[in-house]
Nanobody, 127 residues
Framework: QVQLVESGGGLVQAGGSLRLSCAVSGRAFSMYHMGWFRQAPGKEREFVATIDWSGRNTYYPDSVKGRFTISRDNAKNTVYLQTDDLKPEDTAVYSC????????????????????WGQGTPVTVSS
């Protein structure tokens, strides 16, 4: 069984930064394609970022491109989401997700693509 545990969320002022972490245990981390999603109150889950097993390929939607950076450390079984220039509309619960795949590149952009999920970490951005 694969377990994902997020950390690093919190309260930050607009323009600030947070670094979210997702620790993965249970199976070989390097075989997983990883994603970050977020869900604001009353809204549907939204794709935020994805990274392939190699760490060399990433993809972001326009809403966060240039402000968020996904990365991974396969030696530490951890994926990160650096969030910069945060805006009040970034307020949400952020969750990481994993999909077993050695596909090189990025093509997993929807929540139904992913097999395993963490509980999420809340991010609140005040104006």
């Amino acid at each position: 069984q694969v377990q994902l545990v997020e950390s690093g969320g919190g309260l930050v002022q607009a323009g600030g930064s947070l670094r979210l972490s997702c620790a993965v245990s249970g199976r070989a981390f390097s075989m997983y394609h990883m994603g970050w999603f977020r869900q604001a109150p009353g809204k549907e889950r939204e794709f935020v970022a994805t990274i392939d097993w190699s760490g060399r390929n990433t993809y972001y939607p326009d809403s966060v491109k240039g402000r968020f950076t996904i990365s991974r450390d396969n030696a530490k079984n951890t994926v990160y989401l650096q969030t910069d220039d945060l805006k009040p509309e970034d307020t949400a619960v952020y969750s990481c997700a994993a999909k077993a795949s050695y596909y090189t590149g990025t093509r997993f952009y929807t929540d139904t693509d992913y097999e395993f999920w963490g509980q999420g970490t809340p991010v609140t951005v005040s104006s």
